[in-house]
């Protein structure tokens, strides 16, 4: 079935540092792709989405690309803030048609020092 | 515009209570995903609704969970009788049906505390 693998956190960075957050995903079909943000005491915000192979969503600073030949969506941003503080999940949908599943990732958890 | 609406934000009660968690969803998104988070566990999916209808619930861990929408603005998540390992965060989630090509939108959650 489809899945979604993060790296594991922890990370954390000292502000105006980059940032590489790892999702790769396995999935049947073409799936829309997206990375969420929660912020402690907060649901899940979407933060950004890519619906189709070599589609780069971007929000905030934060980009990632559809990559279908790797099944990757690695998250990046150029200088974290410490208000970049969060719980980030990559997640998937709609791969197969009538496929109305979200696959979420296990979260990753970035710290960023000031 | 109004967001997913949950309540109550927290609630704290002994074991064997009835607990009801509320959702109101978006306007005009006609699915609705009840979830639970934990440390151990992670985000798991509960029940899922389409126009009012649940589809799948196979991720309801047991008969003392139950789940209904009475309407497109409205849904509630029951735990009777609630124990301890109960505890958690519940979201719910709505979103525009469309085979998951759009994004959910999630409540801010009811921590739930069995004591």
């Known amino acids: 079935g489809d899945s979604v693998t993060q790296m594991e956190g922890p990370v954390t960075l000292s502000e105006e540092a980059f940032l590489t957050i790892n999702c790769t995903y396995t999935?049947?079909?073409?799936?829309?792709l997206f990375w969420y943000v929660q912020y402690p005491g907060e649901g899940l915000q979407l933060l950004l989405k890519?619906?189709?192979?070599?589609d780069k969503g971007s929000n905030k600073g934060f980009e990632a690309t559809y990559r279908k030949e790797t099944t990757s969506f690695h998250l990046e941003k150029g200088s974290v803030q410490v208000s970049d503080s969060a719980v980030y999940f990559c997640?998937?949908?709609?791969?197969?048609?009538?496929?109305?599943?979200?696959?979420f990732g296990t979260g990753t958890r970035l710290k960023v020092l000031a | 515009d109004a967001g997913v609406i949950q309540s109550p934000r927290h609630e704290v009660t002994e074991m064997g209570q009835e607990v009801t968690l509320r959702c109101k969803p978006i306007?005009?998104?006609?699915?609705l995903f009840w979830y639970r988070q934990t440390m151990m566990r992670g985000l798991e999916l509960l029940i899922y609704?389409?126009?009012?209808?649940?589809?799948?619930d196979s991720g309801m861990p047991e008969d003392r969970f139950s789940a209904k929408m009475p309407n497109a603005s409205f849904s509630t998540l029951k735990i009777q009788p609630s124990e301890p390992r109960d505890s958690a965060v519940y979201f719910c989630?709505?979103?525009?049906?469309?085979?998951?090509?759009?994004?959910?939108?999630f409540g801010d959650g009811t921590r739930l505390s069995i004591l």
């Open positions: 989630a709505s979103s525009p049906y469309s085979e998951g090509r759009q994004p959910q939108h």
């Open positions: 999935a049947t079909g073409y799936p829309s």
């Open positions: 890519a619906t189709k192979a070599d």
């Open positions: 997640a998937l949908s709609g791969s197969t048609s009538g496929t109305y599943k979200y696959i």
């Open positions: 306007s005009g998104h006609n699915s």
């Open positions: 609704f389409n126009n009012n209808v649940p589809i799948d």
